[in-house]
Each structure stands twice: as structure tokens, then as C-alpha cells.
């Protein structure tokens, strides 16, 4: 049963009521800010919205606080939660909302090249203007000290991978400290939702970060259905259950042979290419899409056809062989073992989601917390504690096993076909928020429908987002060329972080 | 017959020079098979020289006569150490100078020039490249020389030529616990020295972890292509080298054309498959963490101390 309850605060209440709600398990899910009633000054306010979760029991808690919309300025949560820090950070480089007292008051979003006082969010935002004066200097660290010696890597690397910048701070091979400068992809995404249909926003959701089509378009659709109210059939929550576990599955296997990749041993990593294109097949099979487009729509789901159960058994095989194989090379099972390890207090204390907080004895699993359908026992969460590369590939291994046996679960008996109700007819502005456990952790998705239906706010977390600062903390005594196997055990998006 | 010689050089010279990218294609094609894939054409690696050399020639700005000077030296002391050691013949006009600190030295010099055009980009993946290469030369360097000078120890010279021709009329010196235990710290050596599995990657593109990579990161163009010659030669000598030391049958000790003919086809054929199996053999390794390398290198310089030990007592002088 989910609980959800809305609050409406002045800026001053805001921390004690944070405080109170992160002391009894909650957790801050996503902050969105919103700038209501269009570009004339009377009647003009800015809204911030904190959304606190909790689960099992499914519990969401919005607090709602309005901001003076000539000199917004909101007292920062940053000593209570690093995640809410984060978020305050992007609100006021998206926004132009000043977080008061901020213990780390530099940019985070802003490009070096956005003009001074330009804030894309802000309704008189306009076109993007072209580079001008940037917002003052914002230097790295430099690290001090007998030997120390800087490598810039980046943004753009010699591989095919999306763009971001790291300065490692060294000593001989050792990595003394670590700044990862992203945010070089600001697409403007939530920007684009603004005025759409719901419908017309599903494309955009589906293309937030392309391996993470179900987990952006589900939570997208979940938080439209909660906002307008509208039950979604069993039949198609199923196959949403489904297609999320499909998902995981393609990602999973394209995770476990990149690590094999990045320690050398090719050959695991070819094994585990020729798995994945056998399951973007499916995928294409099953939606017409490799990666899974168009199977999630508003009010249901489609598929064109169920994964066979004999299939699905020698892809599982092959799967698990490939990790046996993989753990059995003492090799690569040396390069895994102690490297990059982050802790659980420190996984708790950054936010961190998914199969990295997994990894580090963090139980959390929007599946069993926030489940939009039941799984029943098939839906075991694997945890291991030690936090390094081993327990990350070992997560997804694992986790893979278990969307093999969900998927046969979920499959058995689900017949093809389109399953979609109708939205129901708003009359209000009405909100809603999606979350769900997307292959790479829990992503939020928060959206604001007008009294013409239409979308006026959406607002995307990534599980990115909450574990982007994880990796500098892992890699603190870590060496220098155990860096690309750190990165891609936690395998962020560039693309889901950055909208 | 100093004509014959003559053109036994030369030979290795020209079969080493064309042969190095072939082999590198062999060795390619070798893995992509194993791994399932259709993979490139062997003559691939000379289509890429082709079209690097057509390549205008860039230095970076700030860079030095140590960057410009490294490929030529690179390809040059490999050319030399070609020339010198007895790969198609023991019998050369040169072969009296093939001496082993000579050739030791002069991979070295490649080496260290390759190191200092990477120090010299001034670039942070040059001189991280420049200092791993150099740590791990230091440490391959002394394994190459005592595990040859294991296997001279019963011909009392560190002749190379001396030393094949020894080997091949008393075969049973190969089968010796030292012969066998300097031909295996002589072939971790060699992996080492140049770049393979699990020592550095070749065929990586993740700047972070490159060893030999790092150093070659700022070079363009025809330079680029002699870098990548001069390793590709590199590897083929040292390939060829270790076959010489450890299986020297076929090799020509007169100097008749036949002999000579023979010889080319049997170090063709004793070169493609020792890089066939060492390219099959890398498909089933993972790259070592860094700091385990020194730990492989040391493990085969015991080798290669064992091999001088052993030689020296069961020589029984």
C-alpha cells in the first residue's frame, strides 16, 4: 500500500522537518524546483519540492516550500543529507536558486561557458545564448606535497565513451585524490518535457539515458498514471516487470564481459558480446526495439511476444558459465579482490543506489521498497559487503541470475498484445512520482501536469546522479591503471546525470 | 662466399623488416579467431604502415630532437640487432660481433628512446608511459643477459653465434635444466620487453593503464608508423632470437645458397608459429595489476639466476 502526503512549509521549517524525516529511514529521493505562474511578476513564485521516501511500506513525503521569486534563497540541507547538497548545487546552477549557508558553494551543473546570471530552468531562460563571460574561475585542488604530480584525463578519452574530465592528484602510481569534472552533455531534457503531453513525453523519457530505456520510460509513466490517478492493468504491470528485468539482464551481461575487457582478458568479454546481441535480439524480438523502445507506454505496456523459457535457460547458462569462468582465472579474480573499495558508511552517507550500494552491504532495492508490481519470493536482493570490484561484478552476477528467474516467472503464461488504459481526465494541476529500480539502482521521476494536461515540470534523478561521488572516494589509495576497472565497475551515465 | 654471407644479412635484415607486420597480422588474426570473431586481414598491419607514412608528419609544440630522434632510433637499433644476431645463419660477415651485451644494449638504447620522446611530449600520459616502461626495462634487462649467459656458459663465450652453434651440436645442452630454465626466463623476458600480455596490453585504448602505449600516445603520422614497425620488429627479433637460442635446427652454418633458403623458410615458419602460439596463449591470460609485474619479473630472473647456477655446477668444471 503506498502512503503518499504532501507538506507545505515555510523555508525555515524545511531543515528540522528534513532532519525528523532522514532520522526515522527516509531518504531524499529527488529536489525539484518549479516556477509557477509564468513570467509575470504578480502571482509568480518559486516552489521547491523535496521528495523523501521510504519503503517497504512504500511511504513518499513531499515537503513544498515557497520562495521569493525575485531573490529565491532556501536554507541548505547539505549538513544533513551530501545528496540534498548535490541537488541544491544543480538547482542553483539550473535555477538560480541560492541555497543559504552551503558548505561547497561552487558550480556543479554550470558549463565553464554559460554566461554570468544565465540559468536554463528559469522561464526567462530563452535560447541558449552563446558562450560569453563565464561565471569566475573555478580551479582544481592542487595537492601538495614531495612527488605529487597531476595526469588530466579527458573529456574526451580514447574510447567510446561519453565525455568527462578527471584530475588525478598522484604519487608514483598512487592516487592521492581524485576531482571528476562532468556535465559536459547538458541536453536541456527537462526543459523539453515543458508544455508537452503526457504522450508526447514518452519518447523524450525513453531517450534520457539509452541503456536505461524501461527504467526512465516506466518511472516516467508511473509518475503520469500517479498523477492523473489512473490504474494500470495487472497484465501489463507484469510485463512491465518483465521488460525492466530485460533491461537488467542486457546490461548486466554487457557489464560482467567489459570488466573481463578491462583486465585483459578478451576473450570473456567476446563471450559475453555474443550474450548480449543474442539478447538484444530477443529484445527486438519482444518490442520491436534492441533496447527495448516502445514496450512501456502510458496506461500499459506492449509486447509483441513473451521470451520462451528454453531460451531464456541456455542464454542463463551460458551466463552463469561465463562467470564461473571469469572467477576461476586467478588472474582477473587477483585484479577484482581489494580494488577500489568503498565502505558502507561511506556508501550510506554519499546516497549511493544500485548495485554499488549493493555491493557495499546496502540492502536497497526499489523492487521490494517501492514496488509498482508484486514478485513475489522470486525477488531475492543480493548484498555483498566488501565494497571493491569483486562484490560490484559479483552483485551483477548475481542480480542477473535472479532477473533470469523473475523473468521466467513473469513470462510463464503472459500472453503478447497491447495492454493500455486510458489516462484519466485531469481538472487540476495534479503531480505524481515514479520510481523504479532501473538496472543500474533506483531512479526517481517526478512529474507536474497543468490544468490542460499538459506536462509543466518534469523532474529525472539518475541513480547517477546520487553515485558519481562514490567513485573519488573508492579510489583513494587505489593505483592509477586499476582506474578504467573502477570506473566501469561502477559504470555511470554521463547521459542520465547530466539532463 | 662473403657474398653468400653477405646476403644472409641481409636476409634477415628484409625478412624481420617485411616480416614484423605479417607476423603482427598472424597474431591478430590468430586471437580473433580463437575469440570468434572473422578479424582483419593479416597483410592489415602494412596496409596501416601504408597509410601512415602517406600522413603528414606533426610534432606536438615544445617537443625536442628526443621525440623527433626516437622511431628512426627505435627502427635503426632494431635493424642493427637484426643484422647481428644469427637468425638465418651462424656464418655472417657480422656474426663475429654479435655479441650479447652488444645486442642487450642495443634494445636498450630503443627502449630508452622511446622512454625520453614520451618525457619529452611533457604530457602526463608520456612521462607515466616513459616511467613504467623504464621500470619494467630495468627489470627485463639483467633477466635477458643472465638467462644468455646461462646458455654461454658451456661455450664459454657470449657470442650469439657461438652460442647457436654450440646449442646445435650438442642438442643435449638445450635439454638441460639450465637450457630449459634460461629459455623460459628468457620468454617471460621477451613478453615483457615487448609490451605483450600480462605485462601491458597492446591492444588497449584505456591511456590509464598503457605501459608501451603511453610513450607512442603523441606520435603521428610516419613517425607513428616507425614506431609501430620498430615494435613490431622488435618482437620478431626477439621471437626469433629465442627460437635460435632454444631450437636452432635449420639454421644455416655453411654458406651455400641451399643452406641459406632453408634456413629463411624455417625461421619463417619457427618465428609464425612461436607468435601464433604466444598470440593463442594471450587469449586465455588477463593483464597483471601493475605492482605484480616487478613480482613476474623478479620470479624470472630467479629463472634466470637458477639457469647460471645450474650451468655452472653441472658443467662441473
Known amino acids: ?499 | 662466399m662473403n657474398g653468400i654471407g653477405t646476403a644472409a644479412v641481409a636476409a634477415q635484415v628484409t625478412l624481420v623488416v617485411v616480416g614484423a607486420p605479417l607476423l603482427t597480422g598472424v597474431m591478430r588474426k590468430v586471437r580473433a579467431r580463437l575469440e570468434g570473431r572473422a578479424g582483419a586481414a593479416v597483410t592489415q598491419p602494412w596496409r596501416d604502415l601504408r597509410k601512415l607514412l602517406r600522413k603528414e608528419a606533426i610534432t606536438p609544440l615544445g617537443t625536442g630532437p628526443a621525440f623527433r630522434a626516437a622511431p628512426p632510433l627505435l627502427v635503426a637499433t632494431t635493424a642493427v640487432v637484426a643484422a647481428l644476431v644469427p637468425l638465418v645463419s651462424t656464418t655472417t660477415p657480422v656474426s663475429r660481433r654479435a655479441d650479447l651485451i652488444l645486442v642487450v644494449a642495443l634494445l636498450g638504447l630503443g627502449t630508452v628512446a622511446v622512454a625520453l620522446a614520451g618525457l619529452d611530449t611533457g604530457t602526463a600520459f608520456g612521462g607515466m608511459g616513459a616511467s613504467r616502461q623504464m621500470t619494467v626495462a630495468a627489470l627485463v634487462e639483467p633477466t635477458i643477459l643472465l638467462a644468455v649467459f646461462a646458455l654461454s656458459m658451456p661455450t664459454g663465450s657470449t657470442n650469439l653465434s657461438a652460442i647457436v652453434t654450440g646449442g646445435l651440436h650438442d642438442p643435449v645442452r638445450l635439454a638441460s635444466p639450465a637450457g630449459l630454465l634460461a629459455t623460459a626466463a628468457l620468454a617471460v623476458a621477451v613478453l615483457a620487453e615487448t609490451g605483450r600480455l600480462p605485462v601491458d596490453n597492446p591492444a588497449t585504448h584505456l591511456e590509464l593503464t598503457m605501459v608501451h602505449e603511453a610513450t607512442a600516445l603523441e606520435f603521428a603520422g610516419p613517425d607513428l608508423a616507425l614506431v609501430e614497425l620498430g615494435t613490431q620488429m622488435r618482437l620478431t627479433v626477439l621471437l626469433g632470437l629465442l627460437a635460435s637460442l632454444s631450437a636452432p635446427w635449420g639454421i644455416a652454418t655453411t654458406t651455400t645458397p641451399l643452406a641459406l633458403a632453408l634456413a629463411l623458410a624455417v625461421l619463417t615458419a619457427k618465428v609464425a608459429l612461436l607468435g601464433a602460439a604466444l598470440a593463442a596463449a594471450e587469449v586465455f591470460w588477463a593483464k597483471l595489476r601493475l605492482f605484480r609485474v616487478p613480482e613476474l619479473l623478479a620470479g624470472s630472473f630467479l629463472l634466470a639466476v637458477l639457469a647460471v647456477t645450474a650451468s655452472y655446477f653441472l658443467t662441473g668444471e
Open chain 1, 1 to 499: 500500500m503506498r502512503t503518499r502526503t504532501v507538506h507545505d512549509l515555510d523555508p525555515d521549517e524545511l531543515p528540522g522537518r528534513a532532519a525528523d524525516l532522514l532520522t526515522a529511514g527516509h531518504r531524499l529521493a529527488l529536489v525539484a524546483a518549479h516556477h509557477d505562474g509564468g513570467p509575470a511578476p504578480a502571482g509568480r513564485a518559486v516552489r521547491v519540492v523535496y521528495l523523501f521516501v521510504s519503503g517497504p511500506p512504500d511511504t513518499r513525503t513531499e515537503l513544498h516550500v515557497r520562495l521569493d521569486a525575485k531573490a529565491p534563497e532556501i536554507p541548505s540541507l547539505a549538513h544533513l543529507s551530501f545528496p540534498a547538497g548535490r541537488f541544491e548545487r544543480e538547482m542553483r546552477d539550473l535555477h538560480g536558486i541560492v541555497p543559504l549557508d552551503h558548505p561547497l558553494p561552487h558550480r556543479l551543473v554550470r558549463h565553464f561557458h554559460w554566461p554570468r546570471g544565465w540559468y536554463p530552468m528559469h522561464p526567462d531562460a530563452g535560447p541558449p545564448p552563446p558562450f560569453a563571460e563565464p561565471e569566475g574561475p573555478y580551479p582544481f585542488p592542487e595537492v601538495e606535497g614531495e612527488g605529487v604530480y597531476e595526469i588530466p584525463v579527458g573529456p574526451v578519452h580514447a574510447g567510446l565513451i561519453e565525455p568527462g574530465h578527471f584530475r588525478f592528484s598522484v604519487v608514483g602510481e598512487t592516487i592521492i585524490k581524485l576531482k571528476a569534472r562532468l556535465w559536459f552533455v547538458h541536453k536541456g531534457v527537462e526543459k523539453l518535457f515543458e508544455g508537452r503531453t503526457p504522450e508526447q513525453g514518452l519518447p523524450l523519457a525513453e531517450r534520457v539515458s539509452g541503456d536505461t530505456t524501461v527504467g526512465h520510460a516506466l518511472a516516467y509513466c508511473l509518475a503520469v498514471e500517479e498523477a492523473t490517478g489512473t490504474p494500470v492493468p495487472e497484465e501489463a504491470r507484469r510485463a512491465r516487470a518483465l521488460l525492466l528485468e530485460l533491461e537488467r539482464l542486457h546490461n548486466h551481461v554487457a557489464d560482467l564481459g567489459a570488466l573481463c575487457n578491462d583486465v585483459g582478458h578478451g576473450i570473456l568479454h567476446a563471450r559475453a558480446q555474443h550474450v548480449r546481441e543474442q539478447l538484444l535480439r530477443l529484445n527486438h524480438e519482444v518490442t520491436g526495439h534492441r533496447l527495448l523502445r516502445g514496450g512501456v507506454l502510458l496506461g500499459g505496456a506492449e509486447l509483441r511476444e513473451a521470451p520462451g523459457p528454453a531460451r531464456m535457460r541456455a542464454l542463463g547458462g551460458e551466463i552463469r558459465d561465463l562467470v564461473t569462468l571469469a572467477l576461476g582465472h586467478t588472474t582477473v579474480r587477483d585484479r577484482f579482490t581489494g580494488t577500489a573499495r568503498l565502505g558502507p558508511a561511506a556508501a550510506r552517507d554519499l546516497g549511493c543506489l544500485g548495485y554499488v550500494a549493493r555491493a557495499s552491504g546496502l540492502a536497497s532495492d526499489a523492487r521490494a521498497g517501492h514496488p509498482f508490481h508484486d514478485l513475489g519470493d522470486a525477488l531475492t536482493v543480493p548484498v555483498h559487503t566488501a565494497g571493491d570490484v569483486l562484490a560490484r561484478f559479483l552483485v551483477r552476477a548475481e542480480e542477473a541470475d535472479v532477473s533470469l528467474g523473475l523473468i521466467d516467472r513473469l513470462a510463464d503464461g503472459l500472453a503478447p498484445g497491447r495492454t493500455v488504459v486510458d489516462l484519466l481526465p485531469g481538472y487540476a494541476p495534479t503531480a505524481g512520482a515514479g520510481i523504479v529500480e532501473g538496472w543500474r539502482g533506483t531512479l526517481t521521476t517526478r512529474v507536474e501536469l497543468g490544468v490542460d494536461g499538459r506536462l509543466t515540470r518534469v523532474k529525472v534523478a539518475d541513480p547517477s546522479f546520487f553515485n558519481w561521488p562514490a567513485l573519488p572516494v573508492a579510489l583513494a589509495d587505489t593505483i592509477v591503471p586499476d582506474f578504467p576497472l573502477t570506473n566501469k565497475s561502477f559504470n555511470l551515465s554521463y547521459a542520465g546525470n547530466d539532463l
